[in-house]
């Protein structure tokens, strides 16, 4: 007589399960799921971005010290991602996703205590460390629960959900910081990703069951290195990453001056172009299955590069057109790399693929947090933007050359 673990069984329930679901989006709670971890991912990653101004009054700090606030935050992420591009493959997408989200709630709320200017980005360093096993397990998530053909417009709605949670820790951190300070910002922000863990946790299906796989823990990570379409998606993250935490990072120091003189909560408001940028991504999830992804990142950059120069024109309505257009390319582009990741690597491999392409995207974001506050001693914002689109330039060549030759299909 065969005895059967209570491991296997629940294992052969859950392929059950996954043989008996439907194939299209429905049900729809499902793919609302993602869209709260994405949500949650990123409501704070960005929060300190509209108080730069504020946070270099209030420590008297130089515009590159108070920036580490943000690139402090976007280096943690490129170091966990480190670590599950080599660890990634063999973790539960669900348990790491809830998990991780519910440690993130608990390190925010303990941000609100920091003393001094390096207390608070040593805590969001921390921040950053734990957002990985966020988002980048929900994209594995993603592409591994649902069929090819509806990766593009599922992952759209994932980045919807960054999207909207990014845009509403910016604004939430700086209203309630111009009214009540930054430390109950970071209090509320816990609360706000404390509830959304829970919400989660009810909505999220089990991921798929995956056979335990006996390759070394580097392998995945060395194969994807020697892959050179993924290369060079690694390196359009990084140039596109680059030119967002630039652009939404120091021209908060532009229009805080005169002639705009913005407040703080002024300034988290610029950030309303978000919702145009998610409008725009729901809407190129439908778009990319017909024009393909070669297209749709070319014209991403374009939008990047187009929405950047008009910063430059002295009209706050001009500048709010050109943070749209440039916030609409971002998230567009986005969803293309992230989409991208099905075709170039191998199954069994894109966690670590995703992962790669995360530390090194914020890799990007990290030095887009730095070297801009250089030139902004020489040459201002005029000069940021020139820098900004010496980056975008170079996304544009490495996506028109290192994605146009022909992909094989991957299962």
């Not at 499902?30 to 949650?40: E, Q, W």
């Not at 040593?122 to 096993?133: D, S």
Request: glycine share 10%.
């Amino acid at each position: 007589m065969t005895v059967v673990s209570g491991a296997a069984r629940e294992e052969y329930a859950l392929r059950v399960e996954h043989a008996q679901r439907p194939v299209g989006l429905s049900p729809y709670s499902r793919v609302f799921a993602v869209s709260l971890c994405g949500a949650l991912a990123f409501l704070d990653l960005y929060c300190t971005q509209p108080l730069l101004p504020m946070l270099s009054k209030a420590f008297h700090a130089s515009e590159t010290k108070v920036s580490l606030t943000v690139s402090a935050a976007t280096l943690g992420v490129a170091v966990t991602a480190v670590l599950l591009s080599m660890f990634g493959e063999r973790l539960d997408r669900k348990r790491t996703i809830i998990g991780a989200a519910s440690a993130l709630a608990v390190v925010t709320a303990l941000a609100a205590t920091a003393p001094t200017l390096h207390a608070l980005i040593l805590w969001r360093l921390l921040q950053g460390l734990l957002t990985p096993c966020i988002f980048i397990i929900t994209i594995a998530y993603v592409t591994e629960e649902w069929p090819a053909h509806l990766v593009p417009r599922v992952m759209s709605l994932y980045v919807a959900g960054t999207v909207f949670g990014g845009f509403t820790g910016r604004i939430v951190g700086g209203e309630l910081t111009e009214h009540f300070g930054w430390r109950l910002m970071f209090v509320v922000l816990a609360l706000i990703g404390a509830a959304g863990a829970v919400f989660a946790h009810r909505l999220l299906r089990p991921s798929r069951p995956r056979e335990n796989a006996p390759r070394p823990h580097l392998a995945p990570m060395l194969d994807n290195l020697r892959n050179p379409r993924l290369l060079v998606t690694f390196g359009i993250g990084f140039c596109v990453l680059f030119m967002q935490v630039s652009l939404f990072s120091y021209i908060t120091f532009y229009l805080a001056a005169a002639p705009f003189d913005l407040s703080t909560a002024e300034l988290a408001w610029i950030f309303a172009v978000y919702l145009v940028g998610l409008v725009a991504t729901l809407a190129a999830g439908t778009m990319l299955a017909r024009i393909g992804l070669l297209k749709g990142i070319l014209g991403a950059i374009g939008l990047c590069l187009f929405g950047t120069m008009l910063t430059l024109v002295p009209s706050l309505a001009i500048i709010g057109i050109g943070l749209s257009v440039a916030s609409s390319g971002v998230f567009i582009s986005q969803t293309c790399t992230n989409s991208f990741f099905r075709d170039a690597a191998p199954r069994g491999s894109r966690v670590s693929a995703a992962a790669l392409y995360t530390c090194i995207y914020y890799a990007g974001g990290t030095l887009g947090g730095i070297l801009p506050g250089l030139i902004w001693k020489y040459a201002a914002w005029p000069g940021c933007v020139g820098l900004i689109c010496v980056f975008l330039a170079a996304a544009g060549v490495l996506a028109y050359f290192g994605w146009r030759s022909p992909r094989k299909a991957v299962a």
